[in-house]
Nanobody, 134 residues
Framework: QVQLVESGGGSVQPGGSLRLSCTVS????????IGWFRQAPGKEREGVAA????????YYADSVQGRFIISQDNDRNTVYLQMNSLKPEDTGMYYC???????????????????????????WGQGTQVTVSS
């Protein structure tokens, strides 16, 4: 069974940085799409960044482009999200998710509309809270 565990959330002042980690276990394929999503109170969950682990292609939402960096460590089965120049609007619960089988992974990283959306990601972590406030 695929399991994802996030860590690294916390509270930071505007302009600060945090690094989130997502460790994946129970996945038997060499390729996967791992996405980072966030959800603020009263808002829909949105895709922030994603990486296709088979080829390294990357996706970033416009709102985080140039500030967030997604990367992978295959030896540790871990995907990271380095978040720099954080803003109050980055506040929310951050989740990582896996697309599952290689065919679904290739279709989700990103999707046909050029974005990464929660639908189509069957495996989710428990989430880690990020709060950006002065």
């Amino acid at each position: 069974q695929v399991q994802l565990v996030e860590s690294g959330g916390g509270s930071v002042q505007p302009g600060g940085s945090l690094r989130l980690s997502c460790t994946v276990s129970g996945y038997t394929y060499s390729s996967n799409c791992i996405g980072w999503f966030r959800q603020a109170p009263g808002k829909e969950r949105e895709g922030v960044a994603a990486i296709y682990t088979g080829g390294g292609s990357l996706y970033y939402a416009d709102s985080v482009q140039g500030r967030f960096i997604i990367s992978q460590d295959n030896d540790r089965n871990t995907v990271y999200l380095q978040m720099n120049s954080l803003k109050p609007e980055d506040t929310g619960m951050y989740y990582c998710a896996a697309a599952g089988d290689p065919i679904n992974a290739a279709l989700r990283c990103p999707g046909l509309d050029g974005t990464v959306t929660p639908a189509g990601f069957p495996y989710w972590g428990q989430g880690t809270q990020v709060t950006v406030s002065s």
